[in-house]
C-alpha cells in the first residue's frame, strides 16, 4: 500500500470517527427544512446527516491545511 492509498484510508477513518462523535452530540437534535414541513414530516434525518457529513468535510479540510 503507498501513502497516498494509507492517507486515504486514514482520512476515511477520522471522517467515520468525527461522524460518531458529532452524532453523539446531535443525536437527540430534529433538524428538517421547509419541503419536510410542508409535508408535515417532522422527525427526519436526512438533514441532520448531510449537515454532519458537511461539518466531517470541513472540518478535515481545516487539519489538512494546518
Do not use: P, S
Not at 461522524?19 to 410542508?38: A, K, M, P, S, Y
Amino acid at each position: 500500500m503507498d501513502k497516498a492509498q494509507l492517507k486515504y484510508l486514514q482520512m476515511k477513518a477520522l471522517k467515520e470517527q468525527l461522524q460518531q462523535n458529532l452524532l453523539q452530540v446531535f443525536e437527540d437534535v430534529n433538524i428538517t427544512n421547509e419541503e419536510h414541513i410542508l409535508m408535515g414530516v417532522y422527525e427526519t434525518n436526512d438533514v441532520r446527516d448531510k449537515v454532519l457529513d458537511h461539518m466531517c468535510d470541513v472540518i478535515i479540510k481545516t487539519v489538512n491545511e494546518a
